[in-house]
């Protein structure tokens, strides 16, 4: 079962996509009702391989992975053409099993959400959404290349149809445009992804495309600089263009608007993640030198990203393309935390990835909704919203806080993680290499906090206050819908501001079981002789360590057993653990 | 040649036996002509003796794949310095794909043409007569032949185009196709001659240990150069590489479907496996420190490559026939094929092996992405009469079980997982890397330049699966008979399938290309040549 748990839920949703295709009922509603069991199975599984990963207290505590299972594929021992390492290989860890449960959470919200606003070929729609969620899933558990960018690719036909389909006036133009920018960028990096293998060939003899192999590698300093800034920037053009990073983000605004409201939900909550996860899965383990290179260019195009969206946002009219152009400036976060090269950075950059996921799918659930009964986005064209709808405006304004950042629901967690480790970055307090941001990164980063908080209460005051404004002949309750939320639309949102809360209560659960991932296969450890320096850092700036413990991140590892494995081979056995276990870091 | 055309001569038995499934191939042609003179010209009996036929053809080459497998065998001459057929693993793979394409294509045949046609025995002459072209064509290595074996395959070729004797585009198209074709034929001609001038010898084998020893002493340079350029302009022609690509789209827009789809296959795929023959052939005599005098050759076959699928890939993006454009497609796809061949003109590189099984794994995949395609536009043009991309309408609604088969041969031809179109891509590029660090920046460069068409061939693939899928103008439904849709879906299928079980194909083309036939030894049994040289 261990073996299989990951498979059976990466195909799941391929399985009722297919008794969707086979079973020729044309009544609508059981189709949905249908879609809307198949996705909730596979949530269950998910949950099932979320706690069969607390069970195996390996993987929960010291970050290797589990559920592993790898059978050959393009398996070659030593024939005409070498040997080859390329396998279905599936597993997860602690990083990948948060974004495993935000698809899998997210996913059966989207379908419900469809319900009332999908009334044209929907059985269709159904098929595509649940392809779609194997696409995702199967990148997240994918611990081998090949299969990491066949499930990445996955994800651009269910997607271009979605939006080509069932999207607003201009969805041909958005789902080309997705489409092309995403395919551009993805085959720069599957030419990197064939180079990386074939390097590997030359070093180790085994044309191997297996993520932890490549990261040995690259953790080993086996790969010559110059050739992880070559892979880097294949990658990166990928990855960049699905973050989206700022000068190639054009795609996204068009493609958010246009896209039906679950559609936008998964862009937004899963599929950019796919970009993020990217680069902390594959280019800051495989090619850390070139990370270190690259960070403050990335880091610069982040911090633009982050002011320029949140300008952009603020001048919409249009209130899905607000929330889009907010994604923009989101994103910038998460990579400007990722490219901190810090512990605090990059855990907080995971963190967003999850948090940005929940906050700003439902405020694209709350538009659709907005939309299906008012049949526009203009901002101008509605208003007072808060007194018809209550509900509406309850949740509009708790997801609002949420997104901007607003202390004790989830944003706010992981953008202060994020700022801190820019902040922190050249340090060394936390065993990792010193990465090359600092403040200047960081003011105008915050800068873009205050105007995100700008640009979003203005939207909810608009929307949500002073007189009643809204379109004529509306509200249109032709689908069954009250002029406040319904049921439906309440179950649907609340879950999710559930998490967003227990997120922002108490994040340490999943900052537990991310860190020790992030110090065993994401980021460089320091060199043996410069662990005096991050002991004289920690002496020079106290403020630092004060920070880093009361956010919990200290606690990288308590437990006994690894405490005892890392005394008797301090060095050998992941030197923070070591640090710790010769008390010479705080524990 | 005195031997051959003054003596009697009576070949072996086992070398009949090799040579089986090509005078099974005859013994069917006749039979087409003999038996409608007895019975009535029925189509559907002509139909029925063509299909038993190539399932014959089918099974002696498999019977004589397993007896070669070992070794690469000559025969067929008297002379057995000199033979005149070769039978190995390429030959009885590219013999095993074309039995099998003939089949589908009569299948296309019996379903669209057979209710109407009035010519089914001179159809299916014609049509077994490429076929036999083919077959002889990727088993030689003997230049009379192989002028013999490529007109063999394009004269019928010529009238086949043009079958529909009122139709006034189709008579264009075939003349056109028939003067492109004589005037490379004379090139090639002239090439060979200049070869055997050289030389004095037909077999290639010779002719290329002249050229390596002339390449080591410097001498006749310019000539061996014209030469062999000239020679390549027919295969080129065969293969449609740009630029002797010129009569494709308007043959294959011209052409009844069930025969563009025999061309855009099958006769690409022989050319290429002859051209890479000659390659093999030349690089293997010239030896490992000749890699420099060859490497006009590889640049040449590399440059050639790349105009062929860059140009191929551009020019089919503003194609309004969809027969049109994926003739073009055709030819892109010819081009990412002779990339791999690129790799073969280095002697003794590492990449060869890979190289030849990637060739062979993309020909297997191509075969079924084409059919598809071409099938898909069969049925839809049988219905509607049209083969236009407006034919294709909102297809997703009025041919739902035509529309998904479509959109799966599309994205695997783009090379989109999860379809197998990913995977031969896979390996063409897997040998290109592997060329590429050992040898020159050549490698790199085409493995670039089909990374990059690959994005460009996205936008007019993507154009017909947005007419499917975005578009409705409201068209009636297609009817579609029952055997047409379930083969399309089959190729579908077939295409994921093919995907997740890469691994059998990939041994299956490396069963195929190893111990390939290449510069012989003589031992004591007559006809039989030991395979001496290293397997590329």
Known sequence: ?587 | MNQLLGQAWIPEGVDLFRFSPELTLVATIVLVLAVPMIMGRSARLVGGIVMLGIAAAGWLTWRVAAEVSGQGVAGMSPDPASAMLLVDNLSCFFKLILFFFAACVTGMWWMGSSASERNAPEFFVLLLGTALGMALMVGTLNMLLIVIAIELASLPSYAIVAFEKRDRAAAEVSLKYAIFGAISAAIMLYGISLLYGLYQSLSFVEVADGIATDLATGRNGVIIAVALLCFFCGIGFKISAVPFHFWCPDAFQGARIEVTTWLSVVSKAAGLILLMRLVHALAAAAGAEMISALAPLAWGIGILAMLTCTVGNLSAYMQTSVKRMLAYSSIAHAGYMLMVVAILAVPGSVGAASAVSALLVYISIYLFMNLGAFGVVALVYWHTGSDSINAFSGLIRRAPWLAIPMLCCLMSLVGLPPFAGFMGKFWILYALAEQGDAASWLYWTLFVVAVLNTLISLYYYMRVVVKMMLADDGQESVRAPAAGTIMVNLCGLLLIAMLIWAQPIKHFADRFSTNLYSAPVLTVDVGTIDQTTAHP
Not at chain 1, 215 to 225: A, F, K, Q, V
Not at chain 1, 327 to 344: D, I, Y
Not at chain 1, 349 to 363: C, E, I, P, R
Request: proline share 5%; hydrophobic share 50%.
């Open chain 1, 1 to 587: 079962m261990a073996a299989w748990i990951l498979t059976i839920t990466i195909f799941s949703p391929l399985g009722g996509a297919l008794w969707l295709l086979l079973g020729e009922s044309a009544d609508a509603g059981r189709v949905r009702r249908a879609a809307l069991v198949s996705s909730l199975v596979t949530s269950f599984l998910v949950l099932v391989a979320l706690i069969m990963f607390y069970a195996d207290s390996n993987a929960a505590t010291d970050g290797s992975f589990c559920l592993e299972h790898k059978s050959a594929w393009l398996t070659e021992t030593e024939d005409a053409v070498g040997t080859i390492d390329v396998s279905y290989h599936v597993g997860i860890d602690g990083i990948s099993i948060w974004l495993l449960v935000l698809t899998g959470f997210l996913s059966p919200l989207a379908i419900w959400a469809s319900f009332s606003g999908i009334k044209e070929r929907a059985r269709e729609y159904y098929i595509w959404m649940l392809v779609l969620q194997t696409g995702m899933l199967g990148v997240f558990c994918a611990m081998d290349l090949l299969l990491f960018y066949i499930f990445f690719e996955f994800t651009l036909v269910p997607l271009y149809f979605l939006i080509g389909v069932w999207g607003g006036k201009q969805r041909r133009e958005a789902a080309n445009k997705f489409f092309i920018y995403t395919l551009a960028g993805s085959v720069l990096t599957f030419a990197a992804v064939l180079y990386l293998a074939y390097f590997a060939y030359g070093k180790t003899g085994v044309f191997t495309l297996d993520i932890q192999a490549l990261t040995e590698l690259g953790r080993g300093g086996l790969i010559p600089y110059g050739i992880q800034w070559w892979l880097f920037a294949g990658f990166a053009a990928g990855f960049s263009i699905k973050v989206p990073l700022f000068p190639v983000h054009t795609w996204l605004p068009l493609a958010h608007t246009e896209a039906p409201t679950a559609g936008s939900v998964i862009l937004a909550g899963v599929l950019l993640k796919l970009g993020t996860y990217g680069f902390t899965r594959l280019s800051l383990p495989i090619l850390p030198d070139a990370a270190i290179a690259f960070a403050p260019f990335m880091a610069t195009l982040a911090v633009i990203g982050v002011i320029y969206g949140a300008l952009a946002a603020w001048v919409q009219d249009d209130v899905k393309k607000l929330v889009a152009y907010s994604s923009v400036s989101h994103l910038g976060f998460c990579m400007l935390g990722l490219f901190s090269l810090k512990m605090a950075g990059v855990t907080g950059a995971v963190l967003y990835m999850v948090n940005h996921g929940l906050s700003t799918g439902a405020l694209f659930l709350l538009v659709g909704m907005i939309y299906e009964r008012y049949h526009t986005r203009d901002i101008n064209k509605i208003g007072g919203l808060a007194k018809p709808m209550p509900w509406l405006a309850f949740f509009l304004v708790f997801f609002t806080a949420s997104s901007i950042g607003l202390p004790g629901l989830n944003g706010f967690v992981s953008e202060f993680m994020v700022l801190l480790g820019a902040a922190t970055s050249s340090g060394t307090a936390d065993g990792i290499k010193a990465g090359p941001l600092g403040f200047a990164y960081v003011v105008p980063a915050a800068t873009g906090i205050v105007l995100g908080a700008v640009y979003m209460l203005w939207m909810c005051q608009r929307v949500l206050f002073g007189p009643l404004i809204e379109p004529p002949n509306t509200p249109d309750s032709s689908a069954g819908l009250t002029s406040d939320l319904t049921r439906r639309e309440i179950s649907i949102l609340a879950p999710i501001a559930v998490v967003c809360l227990a997120i922002g209560v108490y994040p340490k659960p999943m900052i537990e079981t991310m860190q020790p991932v992030i110090a065993k296969s994401v980021l460089q450890p320091l060199p043996d002789h410069s662990i005096e320096e991050g002991q004289e850092h920690f002496a020079e700036h106290p403020e630092t360590e004060r920070a880093m413990r009361r956010l919990g991140l200290e606690t990288t590892t308590t437990d006994a057993t690894s405490t005892n494995a890392a005394s008797a081979h301090p060095r050998s056995t992941g030197r923070i653990e070591g640090l710790y276990a010769e008390g010479r870091l705080p524990g």
